[in-house]
């Protein structure tokens, strides 16, 4: 079993605290919610999941491999391999298409079976995210809804076993953002572990449970 454990973590910058004594357990097909105030570290706590950062203290385990020692080459390398991170405001390059920013995974994959296979996963899943028509646009000519789903097609086009969401809904509406949701059901029953920060209600309903980060640590609220 797949198992992401962090224990006692903190966070300082510059001496500041930003994550005091920090616990959580999730496992695979399990999808999980944090909420919290604006400031409160939600973003610095994906970032230390996702190996972008280190904890000041305290112990992250994934799959019972110990993080916190990494070199940022093998963070850097956990991230490739496991990771999907799907951020609030995709990071796009403006000159290229739609299609051209999802394939920028790719770029780096030298196995032809798997870039196959990569392709046909953009292929069906721009047709569920309903951008199927977009994708010899320029970045510029879509709408911020459209953007945020061609940069969640690119965080998971590898299936990857963690995927970490900074609000992966911000700019969609209700119904888009229940197709996105049903999509990470689908990945979550096939053995993803699913880090959702968000603060909407729709979102934390379907997952499994739900945080509140806050200045006293990580609690279960439902
Ligand atoms: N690299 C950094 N250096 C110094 N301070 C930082 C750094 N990154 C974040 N912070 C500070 O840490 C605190 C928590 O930031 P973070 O982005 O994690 O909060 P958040 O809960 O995600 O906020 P929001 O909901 O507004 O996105 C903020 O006060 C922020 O200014």
Not at 118 to 130: K, R
Not at 132 to 146: P, T
Not at 191 to 215: E, F, R
Request: glycine fraction near 4%; proline fraction near 2%; charged fraction near 25%.
């Amino acid at each position: 079993m797949l198992i992401l454990k962090l224990t006692n973590i903190t966070k300082e910058y510059n001496s500041r605290v930003i994550l005091n004594d920090i616990n959580l357990s999730c496992k695979n097909c399990e999808m999980i919610a944090i909420k919290g105030k604006s400031g409160v570290g939600k973003s610095t706590l994906l970032n230390i999941m996702a190996g972008l950062e280190r904890a000041t203290s305290g112990e992250y385990y994934y799959n019972e491999i110990l993080m916190n020692d990494k070199s940022i080459n093998s963070l850097s390398k956990f991230r490739q391999a496991n990771v999907g991170y799907i951020s609030q405001h995709s990071p796009m390059i403006p000159e290229l298409t739609v299609l051209e920013n999802i394939c920028v995974p790719v770029w780096f994959e030298k196995d032809e079976e798997k870039k196959k296979e990569y392709m046909q996963q953009i292929e069906s899943l721009s047709m569920l995210f309903e951008i199927n028509n977009l994708l010899d646009k320029k970045i510029n000519a879509l709408s911020g809804g459209e953007i945020q789903r061609a940069g969640i097609i690119r965080s998971i086009l590898k299936k990857p076993q963690l995927i970490i969401a900074d609000e992966p809904t911000a700019a969609l509406d209700d119904e888009t953002a229940l197709m996105i949701l049903t999509h990470f059901n689908f990945l979550k029953s096939e053995g993803a572990i699913i880090i959702v920060v968000t603060h909407n209600d729709i979102v934390s309903k379907h997952c499994d449970k739900t945080y509140q980060l806050s200045k006293e640590g990580l609690l279960l609220i439902s």
